[in-house]
């Protein structure tokens, strides 16, 4: 039950991601905006969602994760909603930018909710599944949002989206069981010592740094390949030009699973990372170098790769000693700040390269940004946790040292 309320939660908060993508030409024509501005309202968003991953990591220590994950779903469906009424670009983006948040706040807290449902050695697959929920979602808020805002117009295509979040709010608390214990009284100075070893973490700031160009190279794909292809390859119809990133999209969920089997079934972790993140960059490549009948497996490989690289990125920190238990929320949310940060940035630069020197050299651009940083890997423990979770301590007590199954 928990499992399942967490996937379909996943997969609406996806589609809150993607659905305002299927409208934007009738948002700019009936706000009316222009594409910078609508570029504006979409980087609005992916602000609010960095902004407010550290805040939710914060807040899942004081209130725990459960109460975060129900209060960000009505946060992010509140923005959601009333982002259909926006009567010009610049107060849909500032809604965007509370949907974003509410985003930031749901993300972390949701995974570490996985990690106290489901014991070491099984949360894996279901962070896959989780992480191909947003995949299933994404593609339904591309397509579906197209589809519902030109039948409907561009309002109903937010307003499905954004009830579905406060539906998902609503009946939450009773699919998502209790299963912490977290004061209500807890105070500055337990929540800066629970906080500390997080931020001060080689391990994660080295995933997140290494992983930061993976992730601009698999936000880059799917967003500029169909403007690609009409330059590249024009005389594709344009549905053939969108149908490889949603190949893409959709390989994406088997992924997921795969990749958090193999990962609760090797002992370094990194060693997974390493493998599909230099295939990504090879990959991307040579995007600009093949025809049709290399890209169709191109994008194949790309959308595996995908799923293989965020399960295991996302159950890796559960294994670590300074992230798991607690503090995996506050972990991941900080492994995810630098990330959007960092990968919004490469993505803009990408674009600004494909206007001057052309598209050919911004790809290499972005195998580049995704193989270069893989190196740091090296730094991050990447060995099995210990053979079952660690209890969560209550916030008055000593935090005692575990012996690890593994060193590391």
Same mark, same amino acid.
């Given at each position: 039950?928990? /499992?399942?309320?967490?996937?379909?939660? !996943?997969? +609406?908060?996806?589609?809150?991601?993607?659905?305002?993508?299927? +409208?934007?030409? /009738?948002?700019?024509?009936?706000?009316?905006?222009?594409?910078?501005?609508?570029?504006?309202?979409?980087?609005?968003?992916?602000?609010?969602?960095?902004?407010?991953?550290?805040?939710?990591?914060?807040? #899942?220590?004081?209130?725990?994760?459960?109460?975060?994950s129900i209060f960000a779903l009505f946060l992010m469906g509140s923005f959601a909603f009333a982002s259909a009424f926006s009567p010009n670009w610049y107060v849909l983006a500032g809604l965007r930018f509370g949907a974003g948040a509410g985003a930031a706040f749901f993300f972390a807290p949701a995974l570490g909710l996985v990690t106290s449902y489901f014991p070491v050695g099984t949360r894996g697959p279901i962070i896959g599944l989780y992480n191909a929920g947003f995949a299933v979602g994404s593609a339904v808020g591309l397509f579906g949002g197209a589809l519902v805002g030109a039948a409907f117009g561009w309002p109903a295509t937010l307003i499905v989206g954004g009830a579905g979040l406060l539906a998902m709010a609503v009946v939450a608390p009773f699919a998502l069981p209790r299963t912490e214990a977290v004061s209500e009284h807890r105070g500055l100075r337990p929540l800066w010592d629970a906080a500390t070893p997080v931020l001060r973490s080689r391990s994660i700031w080295a995933l997140s740094l290494s992983t930061s160009g993976l992730w601009a190279a698999f936000f880059i794909v799917p967003q500029y390949f169909v403007a690609f292809a009409s330059q590249a390859h024009s005389a594709w119809p344009i549905a053939l030009a969108a149908a490889l990133p949603t190949v893409m999209i959709i390989l994406e969920v088997p992924g997921g699973p795969v990749g958090g089997w193999l990962g609760e079934r090797t002992g370094e972790m990194k060693g997974l990372l390493l493998l599909w993140g230099a295939t990504t960059g090879v990959a991307v490549f040579f995007i600009p170098l093949v025809s049709i009948l290399g890209l169709v497996p191109l994008f194949v490989l790309l959308g595996f790769a995908d799923g293989v690289v965020f399960a295991v990125l996302y159950l890796l920190p559960s294994y670590l000693p300074e992230s798991r238990g607690e503090t995996l929320a506050l972990g991941l949310a900080f492994l995810n700040s630098i990330q959007i940060f960092l990968g919004s940035g490469l993505a803009i630069a990408f674009g600004y390269l494909a206007g001057t020197i052309g598209y050919t050299g911004a790809w290499?651009?972005?195998?580049?940004?995704?193989?270069?940083?893989?190196?740091?890997?090296?730094?991050? #423990?990447? !060995?099995?946790?210990?053979?079952?979770?660690?209890? +969560?301590?209550?916030? #008055?007590?000593?935090?005692? +040292?575990?012996?690890?199954? !593994?060193?590391?």
């Open positions: 039950m928990a /499992a399942a309320a967490l996937l379909l939660a !996943r997969t +609406v908060y996806a589609f809150n991601w993607y659905n305002i993508g299927g +409208v934007l030409p /009738a948002l700019g024509r009936d706000l009316p905006a222009t594409t910078f501005e609508l570029g504006v309202v979409l980087g609005a968003f992916l602000l609010g969602a960095a902004v407010f991953q550290l805040p939710a990591g914060v807040a #899942s220590l004081r209130w725990g994760n459960r109460a975060v290499w651009f972005a195998a580049a940004v995704a193989l270069g940083p893989l190196p740091l890997l090296a730094w991050v #423990s990447g !060995r099995r946790g210990p053979t079952r979770a660690p209890a +969560v301590l209550p916030p #008055s007590a000593p935090r005692a +040292v575990r012996a690890p199954n !593994r060193p590391g």
